[in-house]
Antibody
Framework: EVQLVESGGGSVKPGGSLRLSCAASGFTFRNAWMSWVRQTPGKGLEWVGRIKRKIDGETTDYAAPVKGRFTISRDDSKNTLYLHMSSLKTEDTAVYYC??????????WGQGTLVIVSS | QSALTQPPSVSGSPGQSVTISCTGTSSDVGSYNRVSWYQQPPGTAPKVMIYEVRNRPSGVPDRFSASKSGNTASLTISGLQAEDEADYYCSSYTSSNTYVFGTGTKVTVL
């Protein structure tokens, strides 16, 4: 059974940093393209960024609002995906989900972790 | 990249059909057959219902169907059931190698 478990969320002040993790199991992690998607409480979904698998160069792409502030990385030896967030803004407050990408869709989702950016 | 445009809400009685539209541009929906649809009941994570415009993952009922014409994609739920009440989002891959989601549609079963 595919499992994605996000962790690392919490409260942080504007300008601060935070690292989210996504522990993966039940599939061959090293072969998967992975994304982070966020959802502001009571609002819609917003794609954050994606990392390809190693044999595809581990290329990353980001949404414009987070480019230059967020970095996605992966550790295939630990089956773990990361989202490094810096220079956080209040508008980054959201539930952050990790997803498995295939066929240009987000096929499996974790349960999400909440990040609150507030002074 | 602006969000794809969806109607805020649609509703129907049990057994009826409802259709949700998703309008983008020639840089996203109109560029590729890379449109997907997600169902999100309250308090849960989204679940993929359709990928690559019209394909259903295993386990998704065939009451859910989808199509695309030009810059607009559509999701149709036939034989509406109470369990279909949820928020629905479309998404498209873009010519910038990014993804964009729709604004979301609340489906209410009357």
């Amino acid at each position: 059974e595919v499992q994605l478990v996000e962790s690392g969320g919490g409260s942080v002040k504007p300008g601060g940093s935070l690292r989210l993790s996504c522990a993966a199991s039940g599939f061959t992690f090293r072969n998967a393209w992975m994304s982070w998607v966020r959802q502001t409480p009571g609002k819609g979904l917003e794609w954050v960024g994606r990392i390809k698998r190693k044999i595809d160069g581990e290329t990353t792409d980001y949404a414009a609002p987070v480019k230059g502030r967020f970095t996605i990385s992966r550790d295939d030896s630990k089956n773990t995906l990361y989202l490094h967030m810096s220079s956080l803004k209040t508008e980054d407050t959201a539930v952050y989900y990790c997803t498995i990408d295939s066929n240009y869709a987000h096929l499996d989702w974790g349960q999400g972790t909440l990040v609150i950016v507030s002074s | 990249q602006s969000a794809l445009t969806q109607p805020p809400s649609v509703s129907g009685s049990p057994g009826q059909s409802v259709t949700i539209s998703c309008t983008g541009t020639s840089s996203d929906v109109g560029s590729y057959n890379r449109v997907s649809w997600y169902q999100q009941p309250p308090g849960t994570a989204p679940k993929v219902m359709i990928y690559e415009v019209r394909n259903r993952p295993s386990g998704v009922p065939d009451r859910f169907s989808a199509s695309k014409s030009g810059n607009t994609a559509s999701l149709t739920i036939s034989g509406l059931q109470a369990e279909d009440e949820a928020d629905y989002y479309c998404s498209s891959y873009t010519s910038s190698n990014t993804y964009v989601f729709g604004t979301g549609t609340k489906v209410t079963v009357l």
